[in-house]
């Protein structure tokens, strides 16, 4: 039974992608920040962490860029989930008993033309939007409401006052699966690498040349500074071909001649829900 770290409670968005990726028999250990999803990974307390990298509204979440290199974790897998937010009370609360609502700053950002509407709502941020569900439940406050995911409904079994209130309707997050090893398999066809460029004019062109001279295309290029040299980077690249094949080997030989480090952060095949 594989054992997978969330960041969030039950209910939570990192838990619906969880279940996508792990159906069946596994369990799910709840841990309170993306840090800690890390540290579960890297001391081997489970299988398996999911976290969110980047937001399709907000960009990417760069402090999990950062935990990746710290932790020294690999990428097995991703998941493109679109968000969808409720408004989530305890049973039989309609939504003029409101006072008060609860959720993450991201979700409250993302609900905040139906929120407008509702201006005697008193705003309140928590840590985790299903945490918030969770928290009305235990406390049985019937004036409050919180801003979640359609399974944290299920799983806590709240009323459902209003569905599907995010303001952006194609609203999605990216999230990783991670590991403590490598898993690299024939089917993947999506690498995720970290380099240091060269400190020179034309480093980076000369890097981003060496994908382009094979023809393999460039998802993401994410900079980082590295903590303790001003002004130097890392740079996050994901590009489209699996790390074996003749064209990712060349590109990354290429690589080697005009970087001064490069780390291999996974090989996996890609999500292509979002592919038109």
Not at 31 to 44: A, I, L, N, R, Y
Not at 48 to 61: K, L, P, Q, T
Request: aromatic fraction near 8%; proline fraction near 2%; glycine fraction near 6%.
């Amino acid at each position: 039974m594989d054992r997978i770290s969330i960041q969030g409670a039950r209910g939570s968005f990192h838990d619906i992608v969880a279940r996508t990726k792990f159906p069946g028999e596994s369990e799910i250990i709840e841990s309170g920040t993306s840090q800690q999803v890390f540290e579960d990974v890297k001391k081997g307390r489970v299988d398996y962490g999911v976290v969110a990298i980047e937001n399709s509204f907000f960009g990417s979440f760069l402090e999990n860029y950062d935990l990746i290199l710290k932790h020294g974790v690999k990428i097995t897998g991703e998941v493109y989930l679109r968000i969808v937010l409720d408004l989530l009370a305890m049973p039989g609360v309609i939504i003029e008993d409101i006072s008060e609502v609860y959720t993450h700053p991201m979700a409250m950002t993302e609900s905040h033309a139906f929120l407008e509407k509702h201006s005697n709502m008193t705003r309140i941020e928590s840590d985790d939007t299903a945490g918030s569900v969770a928290m009305i439940k235990e406390q049985r406050l019937r004036n409050a409401a919180a801003i979640a995911s359609p399974l944290a409904a299920e799983i806590y079994e709240m009323n459902v006052l209003a569905h599907d209130i995010e303001t952006e309707k194609k609203n999605y997050t990216r999230f990783l699966i991670i590991a403590k090893e490598l898993q690299h398999s024939d089917k993947a066809d999506k690498t995720s690498i970290v380099i240091r460029a060269r400190n020179q004019a034309g480093s980076l062109y000369q890097c981003l040349k060496c994908f382009a001279d094979e023809k393999i295309n460039l998802s993401k290029l994410e900079s980082r500074p590295i903590i303790g040299q001003a002004w130097d980077y890392y740079f996050y690249l994901d590009f489209e071909d699996n790390m074996d094949s003749p064209a990712a080997q060349r590109a990354l030989a290429c690589l080697k001649k005009v970087t001064t480090e490069i780390k291999i952060l996974g090989s996996y095949q890609r999500d292509r829900s979002l592919v038109k």
